[in-house]
C-alpha cells in the first residue's frame, strides 16, 4: 500500500512538471497570437485604409450579396456628394445603371470561392470598367470584393488600333501587289492579291507557313525564295530582291525587308507580277533581234549617223561593202549634200568618180526623236541584177506556160485511146462466158484499175489546169454537206472493208446547207479518203466529222495512217509532190490529187489546213465560212442528195492496190 502510494506520488510530481511546462508553451502561443493579430488588426486598417482613398471605385458584399462596405470613389459614383442613401441596393445599382449590368449581377452572384472573375462592364454614358469580383475570407467571414477599373481610354486606344489595323488590312487587300508579313517559318497576314498570284485558297482554315508558299515556286526557284528570306533573318542585310516564278507560270519580283510589329522582329515581303513587264521585255529583245537580223540580210546598205558627231554608230554588212566599194569620204560627202538639201525620205541617185560604172541611190531619213540620222544606200548594180531575175522569171513562166499547155493536149489525146481500151475492157467483161480461162476476172479488173487510173490523172492535171488559167467554172447550188458526206462514206466502206479499215463519222449538226459545187466538193471528199486509206495499214481506223466551230463549218478528215514527215508538210499541196515512198507502203500516185484538193477548196473561198505525225496519223480540215453559206434549214427540207456515181469513186481510189489475184 505504502509502494503504491509512492508511486502515485512520483507520478503527480512528473505531471506537475509537464502541466507547468504545458501552461508555459500556452502563454507563450497566447502572446505570440495576440501580436499576430495585432499585426493583422494593423495590416488590415493599412489595407482598409488604402482602399478607402484609392481612387477606383471598390465595393464588399457578403456571401448573401448583401453591401458591407465601399470606398470613397464608389461613394461619390453613386452619389455626387459622397454620401451612401439609406437601404442602398448594389445589385439594383449595377443593373440599372449599366448597359449590361445583369452580367455583372450574375458575376456576382456565381461568385462564392477563393477565384477571380472579371467581365467589361459598360454604363449609359459610354464609360467602360474592367469589372473584377474576388471572393475572400475576413474574421471566417466569406466575403465578395467588387472592383471597378476604368478602362475607357485603354479600350477607346485599344478599338482605334483595331480600327487602324483593320483600315490598312483592307487598304494592302485592295492593293494591286502582294503583300506578306511573316517570320522566317509562319505567315502572320497575306493579302488577297498574294494568295491570287501563289494560288492559295482563300477559304483555308489552316496555318499558312512560309514552305507551303515556296511549294507553289517553280523548282528551279524555291532555293531562291528561301534564301531571300534567310537572308533577312540573320541580319545580313536589310532589303533583298528577287525575281522569282511560279509553277503557274507567274514572274514576279520578291522584294523582303525587316519589320517590327508590336515589339516583335518580323519580315514584311512585297510580291510584284512583272509577268507581263517580263514578257514585254523579251519580245522587245526578241524583235530587238530579229530587226538586227533582217538589217543585216538587207541587200540595201543601212546606215546610222549621229547628228552631232556625224559619227557612224551602225553599218550592216551590205552597208560595209559598199563602203569598201567606194570609200567612206566618198559616201560622207553624198550624205553631207542630200542633208543640205533637206528632201529627207526620198532616193536620190549620185555617180562616184573613181568608178563611172558604178552609181548610187541613196535616201535619208531624220530621226527626230534620237536626233539621228538613217541613211539607206543602194547600189544600181542590184537594180540591174533585179530586172534579169526578172527577164530570166519571165522566161520559166513561158517555159511553164508550155509544160501546162502541152500537158492539156496529151491529156486530150490520151483521153480517147483510154476510153476506147475501157470499152473494150467492158464487152470483155460482159462476154467472158465465151472465152475460156479462168483468170479473164482478174485482166478485166486489171485493165480497168489502171484505165482508171490514167483517167484520174488526166482529170486531175484538166482541174490544174483550168484553175491556173482561170477557166474553171462553178456551179454553186445549196446542198445538204452532211446527207453528202453521209452518203459518200456509205459506198466507201466497200473499200474500207476490203482493207479492214475502220470509218467511222460524228457530227455535231443535223443538217448544215452551203452554197457549193458539187462535184467539185465530191472531188474534195474523195481525194481526202483517197489519201487516208491508201497510207493506212490493215486493222487502222479513219474518222470522219463536220462541226461548227467558231462560226465556221469544218469538215474533218482523220486517220491512223503512216503520217507526214514535217519537212513535207508544206510541200505536199504542190503540184506532183509525193511523200517519201518508204512510207507509203505499196500506194501509187502521182502526187497531184491534194494539190486539186487546195485549189477547189480555195475555189469556194474556204481554207484547208493539216496536222501530222509520222507513225500517229494524219488530220486534214477543210474550213468553210459560215456565216456567208449557211441558211434556215427550213428553206430547204426538200432538198436531197444521193452519191452513188460507183465508177467515179473507183477512179478516184484506183492509185490503192487492193488484194488483186492473177
Do not use: W
Request: hydrophobic share 35%; charged share 30%; glycine share 4%.
Amino acid at each position: 500500500m505504502t509502494i503504491d502510494l509512492d508511486k502515485n506520488k512520483n507520478k503527480l510530481k512528473v505531471n506537475k512538471k509537464y502541466l507547468v511546462k504545458s501552461i508555459s508553451q500556452i502563454s507563450k502561443e497566447c502572446e505570440l497570437q495576440n501580436k499576430y493579430k495585432n499585426e493583422i488588426l494593423y495590416l488590415n486598417d493599412k489595407i482598409g485604409k488604402s482602399i478607402g482613398e484609392v481612387n477606383m471605385p471598390i465595393f464588399v458584399l457578403n456571401f448573401n450579396k448583401e453591401y458591407i462596405y465601399s470606398n470613397k470613389s464608389f461613394l461619390r459614383m453613386v452619389n455626387e456628394d459622397g454620401n451612401l442613401l439609406k437601404n442602398f441596393d448594389v445589385i439594383r445599382y449595377i443593373k440599372e445603371n449599366f448597359i449590361n449590368g445583369i452580367d455583372a449581377v450574375n458575376l456576382i452572384k456565381s461568385s462564392s470561392s477563393l477565384e477571380r472573375n472579371s467581365i467589361t462592364l459598360k454604363s449609359h454614358d459610354d464609360t467602360v470598367y474592367r469589372f473584377i469580383c474576388i471572393a475572400d475570407t475576413i474574421e471566417d467571414k466569406g466575403v465578395i470584393f467588387c472592383i471597378l477599373n476604368d478602362i475607357t481610354e485603354s479600350t477607346i486606344i485599344k478599338n482605334k488600333l483595331k480600327e487602324s489595323e483593320e483600315r490598312y488590312r483592307n487598304l494592302m487587300d485592295i492593293l494591286t501587289d502582294g503583300v506578306i508579313i511573316h517570320k522566317r517559318h509562319t505567315v502572320s497576314y497575306i493579302n488577297d492579291k498574294a494568295r491570287e498570284l501563289f494560288n492559295i485558297d482563300k477559304d483555308t482554315g489552316e496555318e499558312l507557313l512560309m514552305d507551303d508558299i515556296n511549294l507553289h515556286m517553280s523548282k528551279g526557284y524555291r532555293s531562291s525564295f528561301l534564301e531571300n528570306i534567310n537572308t533577312i533573318a540573320l541580319g545580313t542585310c536589310e532589303k533583298t530582291t528577287t525575281k522569282l516564278k511560279t509553277k503557274y507560270g507567274k514572274k514576279l519580283e520578291f522584294i523582303t525587308t525587316q519589320l517590327e510589329m508590336n515589339n516583335e522582329k518580323m519580315m514584311l515581303s512585297l510580291v510584284i507580277d512583272v509577268t507581263d513587264l517580263e514578257n514585254a521585255v523579251d519580245q522587245l529583245e526578241e524583235s530587238e533581234k530579229t530587226y538586227k537580223l533582217l538589217l543585216q540580210t538587207l541587200p540595201e546598205g543601212i546606215m546610222i549617223i549621229e547628228k552631232n558627231t556625224k559619227n557612224h554608230i551602225y553599218r550592216n554588212k551590205a552597208m560595209i561593202k559598199i563602203l569598201k566599194d567606194i570609200g567612206v569620204e566618198t559616201l560622207n560627202d553624198f550624205v553631207r549634200e542630200y542633208i543640205s538639201k533637206k528632201e529627207y525620205g526620198t532616193f536620190k541617185k549620185f555617180s562616184v568618180e573613181s568608178n563611172k560604172e558604178l552609181n548610187i541611190s541613196i535616201a535619208i531619213i531624220y530621226m527626230r526623236e534620237e536626233g539621228n540620222y538613217l541613211v539607206v544606200v543602194r547600189t544600181l548594180q542590184n537594180e540591174k541584177q533585179a530586172k534579169k531575175m526578172a527577164e530570166k522569171l519571165s522566161e520559166v513562166k513561158a517555159k511553164y506556160r508550155f509544160n501546162t499547155e502541152f500537158l492539156t493536149n496529151v491529156t486530150k489525146d490520151l483521153k480517147k485511146p483510154i476510153n476506147t481500151i475501157c470499152t473494150v475492157n467492158n464487152m470483155l467483161e460482159i462476154n467472158k462466158d465465151k472465152y475460156n480461162s479462168s483468170n479473164i476476172d482478174n485482166y478485166t479488173r486489171l485493165v480497168r484499175q489502171n484505165c482508171y487510173r490514167l483517167i484520174r490523172l488526166l482529170n486531175n492535171i484538166e482541174e490544174i489546169d483550168k484553175v491556173d488559167s482561170g477557166l474553171h467554172k462553178m456551179d454553186i447550188k445549196k446542198y445538204n454537206l452532211i446527207s453528202m458526206v453521209e452518203s459518200i462514206l456509205n459506198l466507201a466502206r466497200n473499200y474500207t472493208n476490203e482493207k479492214n479499215i475502220e470509218i467511222q463519222f460524228n457530227s455535231s449538226l443535223k443538217e448544215i446547207f452551203l452554197n457549193i459545187d458539187k462535184e467539185k466538193i465530191e472531188s474534195i471528199i474523195l481525194n481526202l479518203l483517197s489519201n487516208s486509206i491508201k497510207f493506212t495499214d490493215p486493222g487502222g481506223k479513219i474518222e470522219v466529222s463536220i462541226n461548227d466551230i467558231n462560226k465556221n463549218i469544218v469538215l474533218t478528215v482523220k486517220d491512223t495512217g503512216v503520217g507526214i514527215p514535217e519537212n513535207k508538210i508544206g510541200m505536199i499541196f504542190e503540184n506532183f509532190e509525193q511523200i517519201d515512198r518508204t512510207l507509203s507502203r505499196g500506194a501509187e500516185g502521182t502526187g497531184i490529187g491534194l494539190s486539186v484538193v487546195k485549189k477547189l477548196v480555195q475555189a469556194h473561198d474556204a481554207k484547208i489546213n493539216v496536222k501530222s505525225e509520222v507513225g500517229v496519223g494524219s488530220e486534214f480540215e477543210v474550213i468553210f465560212k459560215s456565216e456567208e453559206s449557211r441558211r434556215e434549214i427550213d428553206d430547204y427540207k426538200n432538198v436531197e442528195y444521193a452519191f452513188a456515181d460507183k465508177e467515179k469513186m473507183d477512179i478516184e481510189f484506183s492509185d490503192i492496190y487492193f488484194n488483186l489475184s492473177y
